[in-house]
């Protein structure tokens, strides 16, 4: 999901349809319960969740693509923030009743629907979404830890996995015939260049029955007209094509990207928050950071598990000073798939909270049931960075918070005069507060 | 020093609010990797190592970043090592070229696009504004848009390209790393004159003797927050101000009272603060923030164990030295305070800390057993204030169980005197080395016994037994740390305090032993814990594991001899004290384990 709460009714209320009045035509659709949301001290959390009120080419594509009579698989691809995570909602509410359960392969790494940041994941869901505008964690039926917010540092690795989670979910649901499930695949926005690229790879590997092109007004930004993966004029599945819900003409691609690291941080915060027991209130990330602070972790035998680095080379007398504070997936080395390459299914994410090198232990702080963990020998190192509210809480500050820190040239350095040391400037100021 | 200073934040080298996630775990890891590659002896491959393993983290500075790759291409540029032959050099003057391009194009973006992106203004433009040598900027141009540029300008341009570097960023980040220590003596010599005068400050009106008090508070706070930034800098900056040396007293020998603490008030002049002063302000430091003395405390006692190392001789009094001496005061002054601030209900004795409680100035209850444990194990047990001050936290625990048992154990109860102890020194030792490899004996035949139990139940419920019943460890590979106190994530619980330790993070290896030792935080447990293994530590105080050496198989007791001599290095076997070796010690831990399993 990528528009922020607030601004949904708006945009879609703003959007110039040449249909009928959205509201006219489709039954608007309201999420019943808002959902707790996450618990960012800064962000107040918007009170009531304003209504997603459906634009008619998005219920009526829902309507043409639930009444097929085949089961289809259907692939939603379109440029960034132009709403492939809330479609793919809708469309598995909808398809829901008739089918019963439905697969949900998740290819955004950056922003997965039901997966923490990192993931490519397989699920099978079978209860309807309650709150379309907010992503929900739920367990996956099969993941892999691909370890980055984007598939570019690993175009391979990150397509070989994909298609292993696909090959799974044909041999498991489509083959059978006791029970064939269809399949939404919701794909990342990354549209250009290599993103391209690898956005028709995709599509040529999973052959969907349908494809839904979600199209924003700002015409070059969209994906190419037509059938652009196939070569010829083959038979190609089903095209969509929709409209994007908003119609952001004014999509600063700074502001977005900031949009996603505070949303990886908040799906982060959500997920190892699963790790205290419902009864027990963790409401503020300033409560969480301490109770996190406080859990007693699991302990590991340095002997009992290896440590794998997914995207860098580091040098084995540092493995400890790379991975102390940081966050891990957590696989198991058995059960990998069987072609070359692959990576292992992962079970979930771990933090390393900390290392005692004398007497060989890790300490990990992770939400994976016990009985799940005992057979995890592998940490898998990525580059995902530990949520910054997850480390200072008064009284128990991380010691990779550090203050004074002068690695940028700040606003501050360019308009003073007389500078001989530009990064020396800013004083008192915080610097995180600048990246937020 | 002004007293605005106590209330704001100090101005350069003071600590700023804002808190940026950074790769290296402390300042002083920094200024290693600063050292390495900048300093007149570099060692640029310890340097590069580290900075590989701060790129893994997935926060590394641009700068910093830099730097690591202009190091690297450097080193395998046959110009910068004048002939030193080496093995990895580049020879192509065209893939050096492409080398040096790349980093000063990263150089270049990196520091300016966001700026760039952010004013509009060019690149060019904003290189002049801060100071950016403009042949850089041409190189990114040229680099990117035209021919490569000549090798021999590369050249110049990563010299001036590193020089920036050094002297924008890695110069002027030292200076502004925070000086805890100088924020915190400034704001302790304030405090120190306040309290010079505080005499004639009683006989002075009212409205006076209220600012100072004010003053005095506001200080109190200022070193509170600075408490909360850097815990465990502000704890050892305050155990520097007490005056522990004193070498002048025992050279004068002049001073008697070595139980008081008294002794260095008027030993150091120069001094501003006396001990006493100290005392005062860790006194009203500790009722808002207890765990600042738990904090002294570990820190006084691994000075202890360094005494002790540093000592070498394990004679009856190791506590010669007026230093040690008065660092073991210092114990029973903390720890009089400790029971102090508990029985005021400040530090909240507790059977666990729950995930969620509000109560930060609770410690739970095995932290007391650990650290009377740790007190068992040094080896100047026989030191009156450390003994009383191990009675005190047996008087803490309130476990009458324990508190009897413990009171049996000699060294608790009963002074001797130097030559008394010398000569049970000698007899133990004289007696004693036949015994040890009896006690050996018996080991081995436990084990074998063991095995022997251990075969029968593999031929009685075949593997699935085995597996359930005699190798639980083994099967849990995962498994929830006992007794954890709270502590931030990066760093780990101390084994006997409960304050917050940042681990050394070496890779403990023989071979490697030259790459991973070196400055910064370091646990002195594995040295110093012979004893304490006899032990369980995650069991509760009533139950009698302090005195687990006393009960563990190879030695069956009776009772306890009188004894008060040092511990360490013996071992009481048959009801003697023997004299036992590491190695000794090591093999019969091995053994021991396979007991108690």
Known sequence: MRQSRRTVRQKLDSSPSPAPRATDAASPMSSPSPSPRSPGSASPPPTPAPAVIVPPDWASANAFISSELSTPVVLVCGPTNCGKSTFSRLLLNSLLPRHGRVGYLDTDVGQPEFSPPGCLSLHVVDEAIADLQNPVLRQAERCFFFGDTSSKRDPETYLNSLFLLYTYFVEKYQCTGSEVLPLIVNTPGWVKGTGFDMLVEMLRYICPTIVVQIRTRRQRKNLPDGMFWLDDEQMGPKVIKIDAACHDSLSISSLKRKDGGGMRERRLVEYFKQCFSSDISVATNKELAYALASLPPYEVLFSDVKVIHLHCEVPRTEIWRSLNATIVGLAISSDTPETAHAIPWCVGLGIVRGIDVQRGLLYVITPVPVERLQSVDLLLQGLILIPRSLLQVKGCVSPYMSTNVRDKITAKDLYAKNLNSPLVRENGKSDSEADM | ?597
């Not at chain 2, 890779?507 to 110093?528: A, P, R, W």
Request: overall charge negative; hydrophobic content about 40%; glycine content about 6%.
């Open chain 2, 1 to 597: 020093m002004e007293a605005e200073e106590t209330g704001g934040a100090g101005g350069a080298g003071g600590h700023s609010t804002g808190r940026k996630l950074v790769p290296w775990s402390s300042w002083a890891e920094w200024q290693f990797v600063r050292d390495a590659i900048f300093s007149p002896y570099p060692d640029h491959a310890a340097a590069l190592r580290r900075i590989a393993a701060w790129r893994s983290r997935g926060c590394l500075p641009i700068p910093v970043d830099v730097t690591a790759s202009l190091v690297e291409i450097m080193l395998r540029d046959p110009f910068f090592r004048n002939g030193v032959p080496s093995e990895d050099k580049v020879e192509s003057e065209q893939m050096l070229s492409m080398l040096y391009t790349m980093g000063i194009m990263r150089l270049v973006n990196g520091l300016l696009e966001n700026p760039h992106k952010e004013t509009g203004r060019s690149l060019s433009e904003l290189a002049v504004t801060v100071g950016v040598p403009r042949i850089l900027v041409d190189i990114r141009h040229e680099g990117s848009h035209r021919d490569l540029p000549s090798l021999r300008l590369l050249h110049l341009a990563a010299i001036k390209a590193f020089d920036w570097l050094k002297c924008n960023y890695w110069d002027s980040q030292t200076k502004a790393i925070p000086d805890t220590r100088l924020e915190l003596s400034s704001i302790l010599h304030v405090m120190a004159k306040f309290m010079k005068g505080k005499d004639s400050e009683n006989a002075k009106p009212g409205s006076k003797r209220k600012r100072s008090q004010k003053l005095m508070s506001d200080s109190i706070k200022y070193v509170r927050r600075l408490y909360y930034t850097c815990p465990s800098e502000v704890v050892s900056v305050l155990l520097e101000f007490f005056v522990l040396d004193a070498p002048e007293i025992s050279e004068t020998g002049d001073m008697h009272q070595t139980d008081s603490l008294d002794v260095n008030h008027s030993s150091d002049v120069q001094n501003e603060l006396s001990n006493g002063d100290m005392e005062t302000i860790i006194e009203k430091l500790s009722e808002k923030e207890p765990r600042v003395l738990l904090g002294i405390l570990k820190l006084v006692i691994e000075m202890i164990e360094s005494l002790e190392i540093k000592g070498e001789s394990y004679a009856c009094l190791p506590a010669e030295s007026s230093k040690m001496k008065n660092v073991c005061s210092l114990v029973l002054w903390i720890v009089t305070n400790i029971k102090e601030l508990k029985d005021s209900g400040r530090i909240g004795l507790v059977e666990e800390i729950g995930v969620l409680s509000s109560d930060r100035n609770a410690v739970p209850s095995f932290c007391l057993a650990k650290l009377l444990q740790k007190f068992l194990s040094l080896s100047i047990i026989g030191e009156k204030c450390i003994t009383d001050a191990a009675l005190l936290l047996i008087e803490m625990a309130d476990n009458n169980n324990v508190k009897e048992k413990l009171r049996k154990l000699p060294v608790l109860s009963l002074q001797r005197s130097h030559k008394d102890c010398t000569i049970l020194e000698s007899r133990i030792i004289s007696s004693g080395q036949g015994s040890v490899e009896s006690a050996t004996e018996k080991l081995e035949m436990f084990k074998l016994q063991l095995r022997k139990s251990e075969n029968a139940c593999l031929a009685e419920n075949g593997p699935k037994g085995l597996f359930s019943a005699s190798m639980p460890e083994k099967h849990n590979r995962w498994s929830i740390a006992k007794s954890w106190t709270p502590c931030p994530l990066g760093m780990i619980p101390c084994s006997y305090s409960s304050t917050a330790v940042l681990p050394a993070l070496g890779v403990i290896d023989c071979e490697l032993k030259d790459d991973t030792i070196e400055h910064g935080t370091f646990e002195h447990d594995g040295q110093t814990e012979t004893f304490a293994y006899y032990s369980q530590p995650e069991k509760q105080l009533d139950d009698v594991n302090i005195l687990e050496i006393s009960r563990s198989p190879p030695c069956e007791i009776s009772d306890l001899p009188e004894l008060t001599s040092p511990l360490r290095g013996k071992l009481l076997v048959g009801g003697l004290w023997k004299k036992v070796t590491e190695e000794e010690l090591l093999s019969m831990k091995s053994n021991m384990k396979i007991l108690l399993c």
